[in-house]
């Protein structure tokens, strides 16, 4: 979907993005299952718990249908410096971190964002509005492809495990 077009997207499975070594992937393969989307970074004050608290959820809820998508974003005070590919997948290896699938490092604000990250924003708006505030923003969607939730980078990963695990039996 164009850029422009986020607007018009009924749902998450409308976009396609690109994984960590530039491959597509087609959101619509999600169907079926609970999506969190999380911008993360390697050098964040937030990182080491937010990394264990997401291995910890994929682990958990992997089996029962939850799918984490992490997008590396270096636009919060360069703290996500690697590149794409082998160097980010070295480093959440050494981190023992298991954050899901791993995309491409994208923007989430601005006009060059990422087109999923202004639809999760545009659907669900945060304290500031239409722009993410910080490393480790979360969004929840459910089994049909909507945002139904957004967290704030503070908000513990399991903190929403009572959230997911309502979605997951719907």
């Not at 899901?100 to 669900?124: I, R, T």
Request: charged share 25%.
């Amino acid at each position: 979907m164009a850029a422009a077009d986020y607007k018009k997207a009924s749902s998450i499975y409308d976009f396609s993005v690109q994984d960590s070594f530039g491959n597509e992937v087609n959101l619509s393969q999600f169907k079926g299952n609970v999506v969190l989307v999380v911008n993360i970074a390697s050098q964040c004050g937030l990182t080491k718990s937010n990394y264990a608290k997401l291995t910890e959820l994929n682990k958990k809820y992997n089996d029962a249908g939850l799918r984490i998508l992490s997008f590396p974003c270096n636009q919060f005070g360069s703290q996500s410096p690697e590149s794409d590919g082998d160097e980010m997948v070295c480093h959440l290896n050494n981190a023992k971190a298991d954050v899901g699938e791993v995309m491409k490092k994208v923007k989430v604000n601005g006009d060059d964002a990422e087109p999923l990250f202004k639809y999760l924003k545009h659907k669900q708006s945060g304290t500031f509005g239409n722009s993410i505030k910080w490393n480790f923003t979360k969004f929840l969607i459910d089994k049909d492809g909507q945002p139904v939730d957004r967290f704030a980078p503070t908000t513990s990963p399991l903190d929403i495990s009572g959230r997911i695990e309502k979605l997951l039996k719907q």
